[in-house]
C-alpha cells in the first residue's frame, strides 16, 4: 500500500461498533425438547426391559459350538424364554461358561432339577432331530423342573432327553445281562407298534448286569401288568419245526439298530403295573414266553470219550422235552485209575418234567434228590448225542437203560454224580475196532500162499481138462455120430409102428374091444356068484328046469 493511501484512511473519521443487548427470556428453547423426550423414552424402555428382565442362569456344556453371544435363544417348546449373554471358557479349559438371561415369565426355570441342552442337528437310533436349526441356527432347550429349591447355575446335557418331564407315560425298570445293539431312543414296541423308547441305563454297581429304564407313552402305558414280559426284538427269531421255517422279526430299523418288545402270555397282563417296576429283559421272544422254571438242581457226569462239540450252553434234554443246560466242562485225572475223566456240570429244572397238557404240576412228598436217586435205580442215565450232523454239535440226553450196569448216588455229594452211558456212535466204533483187531489176527500172508498154490493145482487140473476134452473130439466124437444115426434110424421105426393108421396100432385096437368085452362077462359072472354061490356046485337053477 503506498503512504498517500495511508494518510487518506487515517484522515477519515473511526466507525463506532453496535451495541450487543441480551435478551432476557426465561422460556427454554424448543431444540431441548427432543433429547428430553429421548431420555423419557429410554429411561421408559429401561424401566421396562427391567420389569421384564427375569433371572440370570449360568450354563456349562462341554463346547460352545454353534452358540453366539446376544443371539442364541433359549425355547422352551418353541417358544422363547430367554437370550445367551456372554460366552466365556472356563479357567480350567474344560468346558465353557454361558450366561444366560431369562424372562420374567421364566421364573420356574431356576428349580433345581431344570435340563438344559443344545438343540443341534443330530442323527442316532431314534432319528433325525434338530433339522430346523440348519437354517434358524442352534438354540438351547430347556425342560422346567419341578423342585421348590432354586439355582443359578446348570450343567447343561450333551445329548437331548428322551423323555420330558410333561410327557404323559410311565416309566418301567429292566434288568438286564447286556445292553446288546440297544442306545438311548430305541423303540418299544407293543404287537410291532411303537408305544415308548428307551429312556436311560447304566451299569449295576456289582458288574453283573445293566439295568435300563423305558418310558411307555400314555394310553399305552396301561399294557403292562404283572405279567408282562420284555424281550429284545433287535434280532432274528428264526424257528425250525415240522411245519416248516418261522420266521420272526420286528421291523427292519429294529433289527439293524435295536428295539425292544414286550406282551403277556396268552394275553393275560393281570393288575397294572405301577410306576418304577422291575422286569427282566429276555434274549428274544421264545425266552421271555417260557413257563418259570422253579428250583434248579446241578448234577455231575462224567463221561469216558471226547467232549468235541460239546459246549456250555448246550441242551439237556429227556427224551426231546429241553430240561436244563450245560454249565461247564473241563477234564481231570483219575489217579487211582489213572485215567483222564470228563467231567461235565449240567444245571436241570426238574419242574419242567411237571408240567401236564393244561394241567398244573402235581405237588410230590418226595425231594428232589430222593426222586432222582430213584429214577437212577431204575435206570436213568445220561448220554451225549449228535445235536447237529453238519457242524458236530453234542448235547446231553437223559434217558432210561434197563440193561446198563445197575449203580447208585450218593445223595450227600455236592454236586451229585449222575452215571452216564456211552452213546450209539461209540459203540459203533468200539465194535469196529474189536473186529479190525480181530481182523488184524487173522494169518492173511498165509492165506495168500495157499491160495496161490491151489490156484496153481486148479490150472493144471483145467490144462488136463482141456487135453482130455481134445481126446475126446478126435476119437469118441465119430463113434458117437454113428450111433445118433442108428438111435435116429430106431426112433422112426417106432413112430411108424405107434402111427394111428399102421396095422399095429389095429389090431390093438381089436385086442383092447376083445379084453373090454371079457372083462364085462367077467364082471357078470362075479356078480353072479356073489348073489349065488351055490350054483358053483349046483348050476343054475334055471338049468334045472329045463
Known amino acids: 500500500m503506498s503512504a498517500a493511501e495511508d494518510e487518506q484512511q487515517q484522515q ?32 421408559s424402555l429401561v424401566v421396562r426391559i427391567l420389569m421384564e428382565r427375569g433371572p440370570e442362569v449360568v450354563l456349562t456344556f462341554k463346547t460352545a459350538e454353534g452358540l453366539e ?21 472356563a479357567k480350567d479349559r474344560s468346558h465353557v461358561r454361558v450366561t444366560v438371561q431369562l424372562k420374567k415369565e421364566a421364573d420356574g426355570f431356576t428349580a433345581s432339577d431344570t435340563r438344559f441342552w443344545v438343540v443341534r442337528p443330530r442323527l442316532d437310533t431314534s432319528g433325525i432331530s434338530g433339522l430346523g436349526t440348519l437354517l434358524s441356527g442352534a438354540y438351547i432347550g430347556a425342560d422346567a423342573g ?6 443359578d447355575e446348570f450343567t447343561g446335557l450333551e445329548v437331548p432327553p428322551i423323555v420330558t418331564r410333561d410327557a404323559s407315560g410311565r416309566q418301567f ?3 438286564a445281562r447286556d445292553v446288546g445293539s440297544l442306545d438311548i431312543g430305541s423303540p418299544v414296541y407293543f404287537r410291532r407298534i411303537k408305544v415308548g423308547q428307551l429312556a436311560a441305563f447304566e451299569l449295576d454297581a456289582d458288574g453283573r448286569g445293566v439295568t435300563l429304564r423305558v418310558f411307555v407313552n400314555a394310553p399305552y402305558d396301561s399294557l403292562v401288568g404283572a405279567n408282562t414280559r420284555f424281550w429284545h426284538a433287535s434280532g432274528v427269531d428264526v424257528q425250525v419245526g415240522a411245519n416248516g421255517l418261522k420266521l420272526r422279526t420286528q421291523s427292519l430299523a429294529t433289527v439293524l439298530l435295536g428295539g425292544i418288545a414286550f406282551q403277556a402270555p396268552d394275553d393275560r397282563n393281570g393288575p397294572v403295573a405301577q410306576e418304577n417296576t422291575q422286569f427282566t429283559l429276555a434274549e428274544d421272544e421264545t425266552t421271555a414266553m417260557k413257563e418259570p422254571d422253579g428250583p434248579s438242581q446241578t448234577l455231575l457226569l462224567y463221561f469216558n470219550q471226547s467232549l468235541r462239540g460239546l459246549v456250555p450252553g448246550a441242551v439237556v434234554d429227556f427224551r426231546g422235552v429241553e430240561i436244563g443246560e450245560v454249565k461247564s466242562i473241563g477234564v481231570q485225572f483219575d489217579r487211582e485209575e489213572r485215567e483222564f475223566k470228563m467231567p461235565v456240570l449240567v444245571q436241570i429244572y426238574p419242574d419242567r418234567l ?6 398244573a404240576p402235581r405237588e410230590s412228598r418226595f425231594t428232589q434228590t430222593e426222586r432222582l436217586k430213584f429214577l437212577v435205580g431204575k435206570g436213568l442215565r445220561a448220554q451225549l448225542k449228535t445235536g447237529n450232523l453238519l457242524t458236530g454239535q453234542l448235547y446231553v440226553a437223559f434217558d432210561f437203560f434197563p440193561k446198563a450196569p445197575a449203580a447208585g448216588i450218593d445223595i450227600a455229594r455236592s454236586p451229585i ?14 465194535q469196529v475196532s474189536d473186529i479190525a483187531r480181530k481182523l488184524n489176527k487173522v494169518p492173511f500172508e498165509e492165506i495168500g500162499a495157499d491160495l496161490r498154490t491151489a490156484l496153481g493145482t486148479l490150472n493144471k487140473t483145467l490144462a488136463s481138462a482141456e487135453q ?12 458117437m455120430t454113428a450111433a445118433m444115426k442108428d438111435v435116429r434110424k430106431t426112433l422112426d421105426s417106432a413112430q411108424k409102428t405107434i402111427a394111428d393108421d399102421s396095422p399095429v396100432q389095429q389090431d390093438l385096437r381089436q385086442t383092447l374091444r376083445e379084453v373090454t368085452r371079457a372083462a364085462g362077462s367077467l364082471r357078470i359072472l362075479t356078480d353072479y356068484l356073489e348073489r349065488h354061490p351055490e350054483s358053483l356046485l349046483r348050476g343054475k337053477p334055471e338049468d334045472k328046469q329045463k
Open 417 to 430: 454224580e449222575v452215571p452216564t452211558v456211552p452213546n450209539s456212535l461209540d459203540e459203533i466204533q468200539a
Open 146 to 151: 419341578s423342585s421348590e429349591e432354586t439355582r
Open 69 to 89: 453371544a446376544g443371539k442364541t435363544a433359549v425355547k422352551y417348546k418353541d417358544v422363547q424364554i430367554g437370550t445367551v449373554q456372554t460366552i466365556r471358557l
Open 12 to 43: 477519515q473519521p473511526a466507525l463506532a461498533r453496535p451495541a450487543v443487548k441480551r435478551r432476557r427470556n426465561w422460556l427454554p428453547s424448543l431444540i431441548w425438547l427432543i433429547p428430553i423426550v429421548a431420555a423419557l423414552v429410554g429411561i
Open 468 to 479: 482130455v476134452a481134445k481126446t475126446l473130439n478126435n476119437d469118441v466124437a465119430p463113434e
Open 354 to 359: 411237571n408240567r401236564g397238557a393244561g394241567a
Open 173 to 175: 425298570l429292566l434288568r
